[in-house]
């Protein structure tokens, strides 16, 4: 089945202009075409993002099918956040996320050429490999193909692929396949090519289906940090921007959105009425309609992407170093956690346990845990310390810290001389002694806890459902006197997720390599069988969510 698509493309992409053609050049605007043949003139044309410059040199032998040309292209790149983790000792600790380095496709060729004079070559090296997102895999596709002269366009949505049970925010291209008469869609980040419109949300689409209540707006968007109607609000004026022919970074945005985060998720009846007016042109670009919409984005500043989120600045080894005695730091209560074993994981006869809680014996050696979350206190001393962002967060204090990354906690650790604790170190702490599902026992109630008391575990009474975390320590500690491993905020561990290693039974520390990174204890917004001592939860370490927190460990 693959072959016969492989085949079928490499004959669609002769038809339809492979060998290398001149590149219209950009006399169509959007508000100027009058009919098909400018529109599909109109995506022949490089943008500013999608213009290769001096470098188009490099588009002159590659690949005739759309599939080698997908696999091509990802083997470019290293994904900033679900990739970058695997390749970490690969890759120089000061290069994270180059979005902002590499903006167009010129760049990237400069860049890439900088590492493997070879250019474009499926044997790069993941150390000589960009550490990119998914946009820069659409506009290098989109930019090769436009070259050849085949119409294709970068589109924003949401895949629902990626994720399991969720909507992620994505970049793909639609190409023009002259033989049918019809646009495909591409997915070169993963591999995906002529795929159903099922599983791809456009951003028109999303809001939609969100002014007609037919979906949950909170499984749209990046699970843990930003979903709902801000982000979905977001995703249609970037796909605006992108079909008019300007393929902006994900770090730039609309007014509209600031409005939107400004005012708890809402928006003025006017701004619902021009998204209403977008989207509804969106869902047939036709000549017409885009000229439409190019008229409708020329009055309208506040669907304009004119803004720029800050990013966290990134500092270097002398400034976060631990041996730096000018920086006060902030005190941290730490517990002795005794040496001991005990059995990991769930029996199979406990409610509402998951398949990847296989009971298994672990030893342990002693260790210090900190008796509380981190609190928004203590990390804003890190970042005025270390000239970091300081997460978002109206009430602040003796809050669990939120809203941070997998890798913003391990640069916490290592400034405090400390590290995550591993899952078993989590678990075995979190137990203290108990083999229950919970430490309290065979309940958790709302008294002991801040998790969804509407949600009680098995045939436990319901309690109060609190709506936010509540402060570190405003309830009982367990046997070990830790305070609140059941609830209030999920916890970053520093293993990898992946099923456990049975042979592995003293101190493991979990995969070597993965692609998520394990979080335990549950949140205020999870049901009592989420903050089990057993249950395990997983997400992408570039992640963050306003219920994403993490404690301290010291080795004895």
């Known amino acids: 089945m693959k072959t016969s698509i492989c085949v079928l493309l490499i004959s669609v992409l002769a038809v339809i202009g492979c060998i290398a053609q001149e590149n219209p050049k950009n006399s169509v605007t959007a508000s100027q075409i009058k009919n098909e043949a400018d529109l599909l003139n109109f995506y022949r044309q490089y943008s500013t993002y999608t213009n290769p410059g001096e470098y188009a040199y490099l588009y002159k032998n590659l690949p005739d099918s759309l599939p080698a040309l997908c696999s091509l292209i990802k083997s470019q790149f290293i994904h900033a956040y679900a990739e970058l983790p695997k390749y970490r000792e690969l890759i120089p600790k000061e290069r994270g996320d180059e979005t902002l380095k590499y903006p167009t496709v010129k760049s990237i060729l400069k860049g890439l050429l900088s590492y493997d004079s070879a250019g474009l070559v499926k044997t790069r090296k993941p150390k000589d490999r960009l550490v990119l997102i998914c946009r820069h895999n659409a506009i290098l596709l989109a930019s090769i193909l436009k070259y050849r002269g085949i119409p294709a366009r970068v589109r924003g949505g949401y895949a629902t692929y990626i994720i399991p049970d969720f909507h992620t925010n994505h970049a793909i291209c639609e190409v023009w396949n002259e033989n049918e008469k019809r646009w495909m869609l591409v997915d070169p980040s993963m591999d ?4 159903s419109k099922d599983k791809f949300d456009f951003g028109n689409d999303a809001w939609s289906k969100m002014q ?3 979906i949950d707006p909170s499984l749209f968007g990046i699970p843990g940090s930003h979903s709902g109607l801000a982000s979905i609000v977001a995703i249609v004026c970037t796909d605006l921007a992108y079909i008019l022919g300007t393929e902006y970074t994900i770090y730039q945005y609309a007014p509209i959105l600031e409005y939107a985060f400004q005012n708890n998720n809402q ?4 701004h619902i009425e021009t998204l209403n007016t977008i989207s509804e042109l969106m869902k047939s670009l036709d000549a017409e309609n885009l000229s439409k919409l190019q ?3 020329n009055n309208t500043p506040e669907i304009q992407i004119t803004k720029t989120f800050e990013l966290n600045v990134k500092t270097s080894e002398k400034n976060t170093s631990a041996n730096n005695q000018s920086i006060d730091k902030p005190n941290i209560e730490f517990v002795d956690i005794p040496a001991g074993t005990f059995m990991m994981g ?3 006869s406990e409610n509402g346990r998951n398949d990847d809680e296989i009971q298994h014996e672990v030893t342990l050696s002693s260790f210090k845990m900190s008796k509380y979350t981190v609190t928004f206190e203590q ?10 962002h300081k997460p978002r967060g109206r009430k602040r204090g003796n809050l669990p810290i939120s809203q941070v990354t997998w890798h913003d906690a391990v ?3 290592e400034w405090m001389d400390c590290r995550l604790p591993t899952e078993a170190e989590w678990e075995y702490a979190a137990r203290a002694n108990t083999t229950t599902p919970f430490n309290t026992g065979e309940c958790l109630t709302s008294d002991q806890a801040n998790f969804n008391g509407k949600k009680p575990y098995a045939n436990c009474d319901k309690g109060n459902y609190r709506g936010k975390a509540l402060l570190v320590g405003s309830f009982s500690p367990n046997a070990y006197g830790l305070y609140d491993m059941h609830g209030n905020v999920l916890e970053w561990c520093s293993d990898w997720y992946g099923e456990y290693d049975l042979k592995e039974t003293s101190d ?3 995969p070597d390599t993965g692609g998520q990174k394990v979080l335990r204890s549950g949140g205020w917004g999870e049901s009592a069988s989420a903050c089990r001592s057993a249950c395990r939860d997983k997400i992408y370490p570039g992640n963050k969510g306003s219920g994403m927190s993490f404690r301290l460990v010291k080795s004895e």
């Open 192 to 195: 995906m090519v002529d795929f």
């Open 212 to 214: 007609k209540n037919e």
């Open 267 to 270: 928006l003025t009846s006017k």
């Open 295 to 297: 008229e409708i984005y």
């Open 346 to 348: 769930s029996p199979a």
């Open 379 to 388: 990390y804003d001393l890190f970042c005025d310390a270390t000239g970091r």
């Open 411 to 413: 640069a916490f650790a």
């Open 508 to 510: 493991p520390t979990g």
